[in-house]
């Protein structure tokens, strides 16, 4: 019985300096998700945003005469905006697991790095609402990219990114 091993034999690993850079690197993943998260609900709370790209949402708050939020912005295409991101980000996993099953990890995260790329350009640099638009969708396949990973290391990375997640949402609002 000297050659039986238990799982908790064939689970544990050493953790060298690559495996802490790489769980540092993929926790400021969700550092910076969930900055968007609470950098986009105050963009569109924002009037100059609205004016330009919803004005008939901008004209209708205007018309509230309530400091509230609630109910505020009813529009279908102001909610579609902030809910895109996170859409994409849905469908965009399952294409990154069959991605990660023929290409590997390592490609796969190169894949969702160069989304996350274009998304940021198209997003800093939008002059239309269609290039904000379709920067989001590439931000939400670089999150559903990002998002495969080997079970060791989410293990690792999982408990720290949810916690930057929390922190970075609450730290915008």
Same mark, same amino acid.
């Not at 790489?22 to 969930?34: D, K, Q, V, Y």
């Not at 901008?58 to 909610?79: E, I």
């Not at 809910?83 to 390592?106: D, E, N, Q």
């Not at 590439?138 to 998002?147: E, H, I, P, S, T």
């Given at each position: 019985?000297?050659?039986?091993?238990?799982?908790?034999?064939?689970?544990?690993?050493?953790?060298?300096?690559?495996?802490?850079?790489?769980?540092?690197?993929?926790?400021?993943?969700?550092?910076?998700?969930?900055?968007?998260?609470?950098?986009?609900?105050?963009?569109?709370?924002?009037?100059?945003?609205?004016?330009?790209?919803?004005?008939?949402?901008?004209?209708?708050?205007?018309?509230?005469?309530?400091?509230?939020?609630?109910?505020?912005?009813?529009?279908?295409?102001?909610?579609?905006?902030?809910?895109?991101?996170?859409?994409?980000?849905?469908?965009?996993?399952?294409?990154?697991?069959?991605?990660?099953?023929?290409?590997?990890?390592? $490609?796969? /995260?190169? &894949?969702? #790095?160069?989304? =996350?790329?274009?998304?940021? %350009?198209?997003? @800093?640099?939008?002059?239309? $609402?269609? /290039?904000? &638009?379709? #920067?989001?969708? =590439?931000?939400?396949?670089? %999150?559903?990219? @990002?998002?495969?990973?080997?079970?060791?290391?989410?293990?690792?990375?999982?408990?720290?990114?949810?916690?930057?997640?929390?922190? @970075?949402?609450?730290?915008?609002?």
């Amino acid at each position: 019985m000297a050659s039986a091993s238990t799982a908790a034999d064939i689970s544990e690993a050493k953790i060298t300096p690559i495996v802490i850079i790489s769980c540092i690197l993929a926790s400021s993943g969700g550092l910076m998700f969930g900055y968007e998260v609470g950098i986009s609900g105050g963009v569109t709370a924002m009037p100059g945003f609205l004016k330009k790209f919803y004005p008939d949402v901008y004209a209708s708050t205007q018309k509230l005469k309530t400091n509230s939020n609630y109910c505020r912005f009813n529009n279908q295409g102001l909610q579609l905006f902030t809910s895109l991101l996170y859409l994409a980000a849905l469908v965009s996993t399952f294409f990154a697991s069959y991605t990660t099953k023929r290409l590997g990890r390592r $490609l796969t /995260m190169l &894949i969702a #790095g160069i989304f =996350f790329i274009v998304g940021t %350009v198209l997003n @800093a640099s939008f002059q239309e $609402l269609s /290039m904000v &638009i379709i #920067g989001r969708i =590439f931000l939400g396949c670089g %999150v559903g990219f @990002a998002n495969q990973g080997d079970v060791k290391e989410e293990k690792r990375a999982t408990t720290t990114a949810k916690l930057l997640i929390t922190t @970075a949402s609450d730290e915008t609002r």
